[in-house]
């Protein structure tokens, strides 16, 4: 898939109440188009979305809460413990956040 960008690609970093959301509304009231990394990052582990599967598959269904939601804070350590790359997940984001 090529996808033609006009323009910039802003990327905004920072850490916890740096300022990333008011200066990314800034940008969005300009006319910029917002892609949140951090909400694509939740939509694609949603219940029934590949990525879950995946992880559950790699991880072990422990890593699912009892209403079948992705347990974050037990799946984190198994992953940085096995040193998976994040790469290995970014496809699902990519497919999921790609322009139609």
């Known amino acids: 898939m090529n996808v033609e960008v006009k323009g910039m690609i802003i990327g905004l970093t920072g ?3 740096c300022g990333k959301s008011t200066v990314a509304a800034m940008l969005v009231a300009r006319g910029a188009f917002l ?3 951090d909400a694509v990052a939740r939509e694609v582990v949603e219940p029934g979305e590949p990525a ?3 992880i559950a598959s790699a991880f072990g269904q422990a890593v699912k809460k009892a209403d079948g939601t992705l347990d974050r ?4 350590p198994s992953f940085l413990r096995t040193g998976t790359s994040c790469g290995s997940w970014r496809p699902f984001s990519i497919r999921r956040s790609a322009p139609a």
Do not use: C, F, N, Q
């Open 52 to 54: 879950l599967e995946a």
């Open 73 to 76: 804070k037990s799946w984190a």
């Open 35 to 37: 892609v949140d990394a």
């Open 15 to 17: 850490g916890i109440a």
